[in-house]
């Protein structure tokens, strides 16, 4: 069982960062892969980021390389999502999920790959 909290949302400039944060209850956390989504309204949820169980890996988005930065901390139970030159087209909800695929990763864009997910964090941009 593993419970995933959000936080770190809010209200940014278009230009702006925000640093979104995701923790994690259980002792398995530090071994699954883990993935940001996000939705906006009307529109399907979507991968942001994902990072491998041992941080080694991470893949994003089109859209999002070179502007958001996916890192964990399995010392904490964290895993972290820095958003920089945050858009206009950016605001949604932002969801971590887990992939508790045993030390492998995927880092799959389809969301039904992952079995656990947060309750979301709200980010908003303002122009």
């Known amino acids: 069982q593993v419970q995933l909290v959000e936080s770190g949302g809010g209200l940014v400039q278009a230009g702006g960062s925000l640093r979104l944060s995701c923790a994690a209850s259980g002792r398995t956390f530090s071994r699954y892969g883990i993935g940001w989504f996000r939705q906006a309204p009307g529109k399907e949820r979507e991968l942001v980021a994902a990072?491998?169980?041992?941080?080694?890996?991470?893949n994003y988005a089109d859209s999002m390389k070179g502007r958001f930065i996916i890192t964990r901390d399995n010392a904490k139970n964290t895993v972290c999502l820095r958003m920089n030159s945050l858009k206009p087209e950016d605001p949604a909800v932002y969801y971590c999920?887990?992939?508790?695929?045993?030390?492998?990763?995927?880092?799959?864009?389809?969301?039904?790959?992952?079995?656990?997910w947060g309750q979301g964090t709200q980010v908003t941009i303002s122009t």
């Open positions: 990072i491998s169980w041992s941080g080694d890996n991470t």
């Open positions: 999920a887990a992939d508790t695929v045993w030390e492998y990763y995927r880092g799959s864009p389809r969301s039904r790959v992952y079995d656990y």
